[in-house]
């Protein structure tokens, strides 16, 4: 395992990785430190020598390789980022297996993407443009692991995520605690407010508490993952998000396996059972307008949130355990994967993304559409997509649609 990037949730990730990556840790963190442009070119040059001393330390001693995020080694540094389908092309002429798994932004189109905001809307119509273009890159060398509401821009089958699962083991297993005063905890811990929907969530809450329920109410963000792995351990009911495309995202699986009942919210809850194959995650994933009456709900049925919580550790612990999640992989590899884990993107006709309320939908493809044409959706005009987004735009222009944030 090699940890590129830092990761914010654990602090000291990075210390433990291999010791090939120590001069780019060291040469990357100068870089960072850096206010003089003339220092930051000085490390990026070092920094790349760094990433090409890696990638051919581990292109002769692996034969598979798994990427995330849509990005490879090339990605991280300014130069080499350049010839980023350079390191994909030498893999594939050496005869490697790769793999690539999306996991929302990195390939779902800007435009229906709550965790991404561009004012200019050139700005906008030029990050579509570069995953468009970026997912058609990397169809060319490996498979690619993406969401069912996120394949916009794929033109080849691709593997259901839901269908591999979020690796999760035992460190993120915690003990459950009980309130000596029995009363109901309530947990939100938004990585991204604004992609999370936490402003609505708060205003929901609110509402249910001056109804008369009693529940605390707990919401963490910045913290160390340890931290809100022990407020996870004291709450009774866990609220994720409320525009998901999908019914158990990561914060949603780590809830699940210590057997709390998740409430997750999103459009794509309308017709998710209808898409993925069987067995799916069985969280409250619910329609954004139907989120505080699910809340209330569980307040009121206190053996539901038993029996979601415990079906969703059920769930996690035969579907997500990383061994499981891992052989899943090998099985990819080996070509002996059923074919339900397999998408036909053609076959996507879901709309409405990820982080944002409908309204805003509208409202980004309206405003990309009346800039550049159609065609800055960067979508098939023969597809389902397409002409669903069209008649969205054609039916807005007739009235007078505001952006309405999360």
């Known amino acids: 395992f090699y940890c ?23 040469h990357t963190e100068k870089k960072m430190c850096c206010t003089k442009e003339w220092k930051k070119t000085w490390w990026s040059f070092w920094q790349m020598w760094d990433i090409l001393y890696v990638f051919f330390h581990v292109l002769f001693r692996y034969d598979i390789f798994i990427y995330i995020y849509g990005r490879g080694l090339f ?8 010839i980023e389908e350079f390191e994909f092309f030498i893999l594939k002429l050496f005869r490697k297996k790769m793999l690539m798994w999306l996991v929302g932004s990195d390939s779902r189109p800007p435009y229906c993407n709550g965790a991404l905001w561009f004012e200019e809307d050139e700005k906008l119509y030029a990050i579509t443009r570069e995953k468009m273009k970026k997912i058609g890159m990397l169809e060319k060398y490996m498979m690619l692991i993406d969401s069912t509401a996120s394949s916009h821009f794929h033109k080849k089958p691709y593997l259901i995520y839901n269908c591999i699962g979020i690796a999760i083991d035992e460190k993120e297993q915690v003990p459950v605690g009980q309130s000596k005063d029995n009363t109901i905890r309530i947990l939100h811990a938004p990585s991204n407010q604004q992609a999370k929907g936490t402003a609505t969530i708060r205003k929901i809450i609110k509402e249910i508490q001056d109804e008369g329920y ?3 109410y707990v919401e963490v963000s910045g913290l160390p993952h340890s931290v809100v792995l022990e407020k996870m351990a004291m709450s009774d009911i866990v609220i994720d998000q409320l525009y998901s495309d999908t019914p158990m995202a990561g914060f949603a699986t780590e809830a699940a396996m210590n057997g709390i009942p998740v409430v997750v919210g999103g459009y794509y809850a309308d017709v998710y059972k209808k898409i993925l194959p069987q067995p799916i995650a069985p969280t409250a994933f619910c329609n954004p307008e139907k989120l505080k009456e699910t809340i209330i709900y569980l307040l009121e049925h206190e053996e539901e949130r038993i029996r979601i919580g415990r079906e969703e550790k059920k769930y996690v612990d035969n579907h997500c355990r990383a061994t499981i999640v891992a052989d899943k992989l090998m099985k990819i590899f080996d070509n002996s994967y059923p074919n339900e884990w397999l998408m036909n993107p053609a076959d996507n006709d879901y709309i409405w993304g990820g982080g944002l309320s409908k309204e805003s939908v509208v409202s980004e493809i309206t405003r990309l559409i009346d800039k550049f044409g159609p065609k800055s959706l960067c979508l098939d005009k023969n597809g389902i997509l397409y002409k669903q987004y069209m008649q969205l735009y054609n039916e807005a222009k007739g009235k007078n649609v505001s952006k309405e944030g999360t």
Do not use: S
């Open 75 to 82: 990605f991280h540094n300014r130069y080499l980022r350049k």
């Open 214 to 216: 009693e529940f605390e």
């Open 4 to 26: 590129i990037e830092k990761y914010g949730f654990t602090p000291g990730t990075e210390k433990k990785d291999m010791p090939v990556l120590h001069k780019y840790r060291i």
